[in-house]
């Protein structure tokens, strides 16, 4: 099942753009093969009281545009989907400088939270956290309603937010519209990851809204074709396995042709987030902990 995928953006660095009755983006000037245009900073709220969904990364031209479109107005919360680097640097100025707190999910203790092969901005090293969220806690302003949905995979921390009134989810890293979200271990999970694709499936959402790129306007087809193509990415994996065993390199070769020699890195990775779960069920076999480099067999 092909995704369709959404590649028409309009957008400006600095301009806040009221995309939704109740939500304003604007973009961050971090573009790269990770985040499309760059990172997307969702002010939630039509009136006096607004929210702030993934402020961003550390650019001051980016911060200075949050700020205008936030003058007049009182923020009740700085709001984290994950602890990437793009994501959540912002969090802290923004906060002290509007006396609100840093609302995330935060990491499990134990949680594995390094960085893994750099593939994306990494972890925030200065991450934390105010109020700790927990799934299905809601937060209200006078004309917004958000609910936490934890949704591990993409990184341990992650957390959508349902938007009641637009019955909306501004989706950080968990679906993106124009690209698939990578899964890095160790703090990504492949078998997380597809467990949080259904659940988000089944909730029926009118729209998402990525931290990077477009909306999704037409979440249920999209969704089932974006799980279906991590079904597929299995399916293609027992198939090379039954010609004999394999290491991830020759996966990827077979797998990905044609694709951007600067994302070979991630598709391997991404390979390797499938075979640990294969691997933890029962289906794949290797020597030692699952590796880029591990040789692997059917079980």
Not at 185 to 195: E, F, I, Q, R, S
Request: hydrophobic content about 45%; aromatic content about 6%; overall charge negative.
């Amino acid at each position: 099942m092909s995704i369709p995928f959404v590649h028409a953006f309009d957008f400006a660095y600095g301009r806040a753009d009221r995309v939704s009755p109740l939500l304003t983006r604007i973009v961050a000037d971090n573009p790269g093969p990770f985040t499309q245009a760059g990172t997307n900073s969702y002010i939630v709220g039509a009136g006096d009281e607004v929210a702030l969904i993934d402020p961003g990364p550390a650019l001051p031209a980016h911060e200075a545009a949050l700020e205008r479109a936030l003058e007049g107005k009182r923020l009740a919360g700085v709001f984290l989907t994950h602890a990437h680097a793009d994501h959540s640097p912002l969090s802290r100025p923004l906060a002290h400088r509007h006396g609100c707190p840093i609302l995330a999910f935060p990491f499990a203790s134990g949680a594995a939270q390094g960085d893994g092969p750099t593939m994306e901005a990494g972890i925030d090293p200065d991450f934390r956290v105010d109020v700790a969220l927990e799934d299905g806690m809601v937060r209200r302003g006078p004309d917004w309603t958000l609910t936490a949905i934890h949704t591990p995979g993409h990184a341990s921390n992650h957390v959508c937010f349902a938007l009641a009134e637009e019955t909306a989810l501004i989706c950080g890293d968990h679906v993106m519209g124009w690209a698939t979200s990578v899964v890095i271990p160790p703090d990504g999970d492949m078998t997380d990851y597809l467990a949080s694709l259904a659940r988000v499936r089944a909730m029926d959402f009118a729209r998402l809204w990525p931290a990077h790129g477009p909306s999704v306007d037409d979440p249920a087809p999209f969704l089932d074709a974006y799980i279906a193509h991590r079904h597929a990415r299995e399916d293609q994996i027992r198939a090379i396995l039954r010609d004999g065993p394999a290491a991830i390199p020759q996966m990827v070769d077979r797998m990905y042709q044609g694709l951007d020699p600067r994302l070979k890195p991630a598709a391997a990775i991404s390979v390797l987030a499938h075979m640990i779960g294969m691997v933890g069920r029962g289906e794949a076999a290797c020597e030692g902990a699952p590796g880029v480099e591990s040789v692997y067999t059917l079980a």
